[in-house]
């Protein structure tokens, strides 16, 4: 009897412990979220964490979860700092179930890495991150899918020459990257030098500080420099202004190609009549006509669940984002579930789930999602995928696609990705793997 009142007793304080945090059952796999829905970066947070839940919504609505087990979710807001971050992730990361953690935030990304590592849960940075965590073997689990900051410089810088009639055309040219002024926007700095050097044109990085309501002597400099094109490498509130001082100055818009964070509905329509004629990659289309957004705006609008306080942004760059980011998660687990069973499955066992991630066309097309994006093939050492981009155009109303799906240089960026990859291990006393059967400790 003294037995059954201390378990009785022990229940209720672990009840207690709980409280007020939603319960996570063993039929759940959790998403802690780091969103930000404030501050000057809150056009990307709202969109990309409201695609991101719309289709774990639609997953949940639709099919009852994946095999059975439902998908469940808490945010902490981070305002976009890293100490925000890093206390989302120590209040979140002992639920139970954590499937992974997607922060949209290279410094918060960066505060993780070793904590990821040590408590073995997967870290995905889509479209942004530590360029070098694309090597698995050093990095088990960091998963820059889609595309890491060199494939965006290479696909950029491929597409410049396409224009210009091929790389041998580039010889001469000048380029300003006009970067923010964070870890992300530095990211990329060494490979503009590499590939000025590979190409033979001349490279001018002039930096944006945080947050980037102020750029007029940056854009002076531009107009002595004369570039033939300018790479905008901004985020948020940078964006429309570069636009519109861009135009103060009289640089045409079209010369200016702008990076995967710079591409959004958001960076142009506060522009006004200065963003016509901008250009920017792009790793997935914008627009809901594609079924997996009928899907959404069908089961998940169409039962009051929606996410996006506008459903005009339903479609825009930043949601399909979220959207396509919710695919790939979702698809790491049903992937594990394979091999691990139907059932809620640990952090370790997702990792192995996102480094067999391959979706083929016709895998997308199956998932309603044909030409929203190319597809991807992730592998225990390539953590990226195929890093493929197209480039889109604003004509002043909607983006419209003016180039095929280009591929990275990879040939010269992976010794670059590996050789600091091998420079980070040594640092950090971490054997890389040599086989993806291998076990991950560290």
Do not use: C
């Not at 099919?63 to 890093?86: C, H, I, P, S």
């Not at 408590?119 to 998963?143: A, E, M, Q, W």
């Not at 960076?267 to 920017?280: C, F, H, L, N, S």
């Amino acid at each position: 009897m003294r037995f059954r009142h201390l378990k009785f007793a022990l229940g209720v304080v672990g009840v207690l412990a709980f409280a007020g945090a939603p319960a996570v059952h063993a039929d759940e796999q959790f998403f802690p979220l780091q969103s930000y829905r404030v501050g000057p970066y809150a056009a990307g947070g709202t969109g990309f964490f409201g695609g991101f839940i719309d289709y774990l919504n639609l997953i949940n609505i639709r099919d009852g979860g994946v095999n059975g087990v439902k998908l469940t979710w808490d945010e902490g807001e981070t305002q976009y700092e890293v100490e925000r971050g890093v206390e989302v992730y120590e209040r979140l990361k002992n639920r139970l179930g954590v499937a992974a953690w997607n922060p949209l935030s290279v410094g918060i990304a960066y505060a993780m890495i070793d904590r990821i590592t040590k408590d073995k849960v997967p870290l995905i940075t889509v479209n942004h991150g530590r360029t070098d965590s694309t090597d698995g073997r050093v990095f088990p689990y960091v998963f820059p899918l889609l595309l890491n900051p060199y494939s965006e410089t290479s696909g950029i810088v491929n597409y410049i020459a396409s224009r210009e009639g091929g790389v041998d055309r580039l010889k001469d040219k000048k380029i300003v990257v006009l970067y923010h002024g964070s870890p992300y926007g530095k990211e990329t700095i060494p490979i503009y030098k590499l590939l000025a050097d590979k190409y033979h044109f001349s490279v001018e990085q002039i930096e944006v500080p945080h947050p980037g309501n102020e750029q007029q002597s940056q854009w002076l400099s531009i107009r002595r420099a004369k570039p033939d094109y300018v790479v905008l490498r901004g985020w948020g509130v940078m964006n429309p202004v570069a636009l519109k001082t861009a135009q103060k100055v009289g640089f045409p818009a079209d010369h200016i190609i702008g990076n995967v964070w710079s591409n959004s509905e958001e960076d142009v329509i506060p522009a006004g009549d200065a963003a016509k004629g901008y250009i920017a990659i792009t790793t997935q289309a914008s627009g809901a006509e594609y079924p997996v957004l009928q899907e959404v705006i069908k089961t998940v609008y169409g039962a009051g669940k929606g996410n996006l306080d506008d459903k005009k942004r339903i479609g825009s760059v930043y949601h399909n984002l979220g959207i396509v980011n919710g695919i790939l998660n979702v698809e790491a687990i049903r992937i594990a579930q394979a091999k691990f069973g139907e059932r809620t499955l640990t952090g370790d066992e997702v990792r192995w789930g996102f480094e067999h991630l391959q979706l083929n066309p016709a895998r997308v097309e199956a998932l309603g999602a044909k030409g929203l994006f190319h597809s991807i093939n992730v592998t225990w050492d390539n953590h990226e995928g195929d890093g493929r981009v197209t480039f889109q155009q604003w004509d002043g109303a909607k983006w419209k696609v003016v180039s095929d799906w280009i591929a990275p240089d990879r040939a010269s960026l992976r010794p670059i990705i590996e050789k600091s990859a091998a420079a980070y291990a040594r640092e950090h006393g971490i054997t890389p793997r040599t086989s993806g059967d291998d076990p991950v400790s560290q």
